[in-house]
Nanobody, 116 residues
C-alpha cells in the first residue's frame, strides 16, 4: 500500500514561515515526480510546486521567491519551505506523486492558516 503522510501545518502570522514534510512509503519515491498542491475554501485545488524525477522544480507564480521545495532521497521525504507567508496562502496543502503529470497518489492534507 502506497502512503504519503504530510506534517508541519499550523497557524502562523503573516510574514512567518512553516515547513511541510511528506514522507513517502515503498518504492514510489524514485519512480514518481513529487508535488505540493493546495486547496482553499471554495476554490479548486492548484499546483504549488513540483519536483521532477530529474530534480528540476516548478513553482506557481504566486509562490515564486517565497516557497522552496526539496527532496531527501535517503529519507523518502519531500519538503516545502514556506517563507513570507500571506493570508492568501491559507489552504489545505496536499502532497502528491505523479507520473508524467498524472497524479497517482495523494496525501491526506495538512491545514495551513495564515492569520494575525
Amino acid at each position: 500500500q502506497v502512503q504519503l503522510v504530510e506534517s508541519g501545518g499550523g497557524l502562523v502570522q503573516p510574514g512567518g514561515s512553516l515547513r511541510l514534510s511528506c514522507a513517502a512509503s515503498g518504492s514510489i519515491f524514485n519512480a514518481y515526480a513529487m508535488g505540493w498542491y493546495r486547496q482553499a475554501p471554495g476554490k479548486q485545488r492548484e499546483l504549488v510546486a513540483r519536483i521532477a524525477r530529474g530534480g528540476s522544480v516548478y513553482y506557481a507564480d504566486s509562490v515564486k521567491g517565497r516557497f522552496a521545495a526539496s527532496r531527501d532521497n535517503a529519507k523518502n521525504t519531500v519538503y516545502l519551505q514556506m517563507n513570507s507567508l500571506k493570508p492568501e496562502d491559507t489552504a489545505v496543502y496536499y502532497c502528491s506523486a505523479d507520473h508524467n503529470g498524472s497524479v497517482r497518489y495523494w496525501g491526506q492534507g495538512t491545514q495551513v492558516t495564515v492569520s494575525s
